[in-house]
């Protein structure tokens, strides 16, 4: 009796809560009710119409029932609300997506006629839509990849149409990618970062320099006093691209500076000397600093203070660090003052250090005068009590 | 000369009125200054008169002298062990930084630790070498019985010393060893539980930090000083040991010449400890690691006897069993006057003795060298 009650209230509340579309189709109302949208009681109908309390399926599917089938419909119909400043204020969510949606690469191949492209529900998911600050959203920022990969990977949709497309793999294999994905550095770009979120699309030439130099602000500065930032533009050539590989970028190594000379500057030429010889700076300023930082740990063994030699071994390095971005200028004086201030200042730290350690050596040598002086004492005593034994005797 | 040295017999006068100088004096000579025993009744001034005139054999003589060395050594100990308490925190996390401070903040900071290491390990030396000679000599005999237990429990105090105060620097090569073998010595039955409650466990670090830190500046201080008073005490009474060829003749030393000799004893020490300290300073090392053992446990070197005694046995036999062993060993070495009292009564036996004597000399060399190999074999 009373187990049937329980029925029944479960029953009528279910009833009065929720439509009955679940009843035909269970999974889509399980996934659905994962959802930030099931949260916000947005129900079945409120995007696929019809008459929800029905529970046939002829007259469920009735009215203004639509099966949202085609593609082409679905960033309208996201618009719909997302669009609505007024219903989207009370999240704090943009309203601006679909109109960047139909500037992107996506938007307008899909206004052509390819339904292919990437619709809303690609990205966000179809039942099961997540806050993008929900890990398990696709469109968390550490997801992003693996997202865009779908499509702009290898056996991608990208890869069916018959275009290269290897862009997740080149990521994975760049520091970028080693930044996000292996130390959960959130600062480090995925896709979006450059390419634009919901107006996603390939940046052109003369542009890759100011979305590299929105995070890489010093190497931009640097390169645009370069004799390579009008000359690139020209030529046509991708800019930071045209050294640092595209999707597949790397930490700068010095060592490799002449080699990328080389892509587009003849062996023995001018530049590539140029190319060596920061190389040279480099490789002279970073053993200096190597050897300042072997010099400290010998004091440290002793133990000398060294906090102060420390701090300036940092300051050291950050002439160095500073370094980096002057080479984009690719003159040869510019990059000298830097490393010549941090090789410098690492010379002074072992010249100090030094000073000090002698120090230690010159008690061996006044331990010789010690036991000069010791042992004359030593001799005194010993003939006065030579004296106060025959006085005795 | 005679006005300032009459105002100073005035002086000394003034204050004999007050205060037993000769007492005083008295106890100078408990701890090696001055041989015979004194006279406190008399006034000071003829009780040194008569202290000068005295013809008497020294103490500074080899290789009676190794007694007068350790008290030298030891108060070498408490001068530098007072300076850097001055600027020693006993708490872990003070501990290894203050020491820090010493060697390279404060001036000469460094020389007076390196000073107060070798002079402990110095000292340990020469009570062990004091012990060979009264053990090869056969000094442990009627009347000599204590001065041989003395010498015996002055080591083991040093040792304790020496353990404490490595403890003390909060070193990563110092605080594994000291785990070893608090380990060992909680594993004897019965005595290890009292030494449980007094420290108990290395876990509340704090606690023995601060409990070991007692034990090196008060308690074994204060117990090797009440020991060095029963050494010389009881030489005093026995008499002086004899040194083969010595010359006996009275009139051939002097208090005043006793008195240079030790004053040259005292430089050449310091001479020898500085020149150890500048040559061969001991090593600053890592602080105190809680979590990471490392691979290799260096037992100080006194220590590697016993630690090599007790790790020759197989491991299946419990270490209580082993540490029980070795109290038993040392009970036994500690007590020898007794036991070779009950065994020598033929000249037979004595020789049997001796071979003894060798044997376990031997022995001792032998698991110093096999706890050394152990250290080099992990």
């Given at each position: 009796m009373i187990l049937l009650l329980i029925l029944l209230t479960g029953a009528q509340l279910a009833g009065a809560q929720s439509e009955q579309c679940g009843l035909c189709h269970p999974e889509e109302r399980v996934e659905h009710s994962l959802s930030i949208h099931s949260q916000e009681f947005i129900q079945c109908s409120d995007c696929h119409g019809g008459r929800p309390a029905a529970i046939n399926?002829?007259?469920?599917?009735?009215?203004?029932?639509?099966?949202l089938q085609s593609r082409k419909q679905i960033p309208r119909l996201c618009a719909r609300c997302h669009a609505d400043p007024a219903q989207m204020r009370a999240y704090n969510l943009p309203t601006d997506q679909y109109a960047l949606y139909q500037t992107s690469g996506h938007g307008l191949a899909l206004v052509e006629g390819n339904e292919s492209v990437a619709v809303c529900t690609d990205c966000h998911g179809t039942h099961t839509i997540l806050r993008s600050e929900d890990p398990n959203s696709p469109t968390f920022i550490r997801n992003i990849p693996e997202t865009c990969g779908q499509c702009?990977?290898?056996?991608?949709?990208?890869?069916?149409?018959?275009?290269?497309?290897?862009?997740?793999?080149?990521?994975l294999e760049s520091v970028h990618a080693r930044e996000l994905l292996e130390k959960g550095n959130t600062n480090a770009p995925e896709c979006s970062r450059c390419h634009g979120i919901h107006g996603a699309a390939p940046a052109g030439v003369g542009d890759v320099g100011k979305m590299c130099g929105n995070c890489h602000s010093a190497a931009l500065r640097a390169f645009r006093d370069s004799p390579h930032a009008s000359s690139m533009v020209e030529a046509g050539l991708p800019e930071c691209l045209a050294c640092h590989a595209h999707h597949?970028?790397?930490p700068s190594r010095y060592q490799q500076m002449a080699q990328a000379c080389l892509n587009c500057h003849a062996q023995g030429s001018d530049q590539y000397v140029i190319g060596e010889k920061m190389e040279v700076l480099f490789a002279r300023a970073e053993e200096e600093l190597e050897h300042a930082r072997e010099v400290i740990a010998r004091a440290e063994r002793v133990p000398l203070y060294v906090e102060d030699y420390l701090a300036r071994l940092e300051e050291a390095r950050t002439f160095l660090l500073e370094a980096e971005p002057a080479v984009h200028t690719v003159s040869f004086s510019d990059v000298d003052r830097f490393t010549s201030l941090s090789r410098s200042l690492a010379e002074e730290i072992e010249a100090e250090i030094d000073g000090k350690l002698s120090d230690l050596r010159l008690r061996r040598l006044l331990l010789v005068v010690f036991w000069f002086y010791l042992l004359l004492t030593v001799w005194i005593l010993h003939h006065y009590r030579q004296k106060a034994l025959k006085h005795r005797a | 000369m005679s006005i300032s040295s009459s105002r100073f017999l005035r002086v000394i006068d003034w204050i004999e009125r007050r205060v037993n100088l000769t007492e005083l004096f008295s106890m100078l000579t408990m701890f090696g200054l001055f041989y015979t025993e004194v006279d406190t009744s008399k006034p000071i001034a003829e009780a040194l008169r008569e202290a000068f005139r005295k013809p008497m054999p020294s103490y500074s003589r080899w290789p009676r002298v190794l007694g007068l060395l350790a008290l030298i050594l030891f108060l070498f100990e408490v001068v530098t062990g007072v300076l850097l308490a001055f600027y020693y925190r006993p708490t872990p996390d003070e501990a290894y930084e203050s020491v820090l401070i010493i060697v390279?903040?404060?001036?000469f900071g460094w020389f007076v630790r390196q000073i107060h290491i070798w002079g402990a390990q110095l000292l340990i030396v020469i009570l062990i070498a004091r012990l060979l000679r009264f053990f090869f000599r056969g000094m442990y005999r009627p009347p000599r019985e204590l001065i041989w237990v003395v010498a015996a429990l002055l080591l083991i105090t040093a040792t304790h010393l020496d353990f404490t105060g490595r403890f003390l620097a909060w070193n990563n090569d110092f605080y594994w060893p000291s785990l070893r073998a608090m380990e060992l010595l909680f594993s004897i039955p019965l005595i290890g539980s009292i030494f449980e409650f007094f420290i108990p466990g290395l876990e509340g670090h704090s606690y023995v930090l601060s409990r070991f830190y007692f034990l090196h500046v008060v308690l074994l201080p204060f117990m090797f000083w009440l020991l060095l008073y029963a050494n010389f005490s009881g030489i005093r009474r026995v008499g002086l040991s004899e040194i083969r060829g010595e010359d006996t003749t009275p009139g051939k030393h002097t208090f005043v010449a006793h008195l240079y000799t030790l004053l040259i004893l005292v430089i050449v020490i310091f001479g020898i400890l500085v020149t150890l300290s500048v040559l061969a300073p001991v090593p600053f090392g890592e602080?105190?690691?809680?979590?990471?053992?490392?691979?290799?446990?260096?037992?100080?070197?006194?220590?590697?006897?016993?630690?090599?005694?007790?790790?020759f046995f197989p491991t299946w036999l419990p270490l209580s069993l082993r540490s029980s062993l070795l109290v038993i060993l040392l009970a036994i070495f500690i007590f020898l006057p007794e036991i070779d009292r009950r065994a020598v009564k033929t000249h037979a036996r004595r020789t049997l003795v001796l071979g003894v004597n060798i044997f376990l000399f031997l022995l001792w060399i032998f698991f110093t060298i096999y706890g050394r190999v152990l250290d080099i074999g992990e």
């Open positions: 399926e002829e007259q469920a599917h009735g009215g203004d029932f639509q099966s702009h990977g290898k056996g991608g949709l990208q890869a069916d149409a018959g275009t290269e497309a290897n862009q997740l793999q080149d990521y597949k970028t790397q | 390279r903040d404060v001036d602080p105190v690691n809680l979590f990471e053992t490392p691979s290799d446990i260096r037992m100080p070197w006194y220590l590697l006897a016993p630690y090599g005694f007790v790790e």
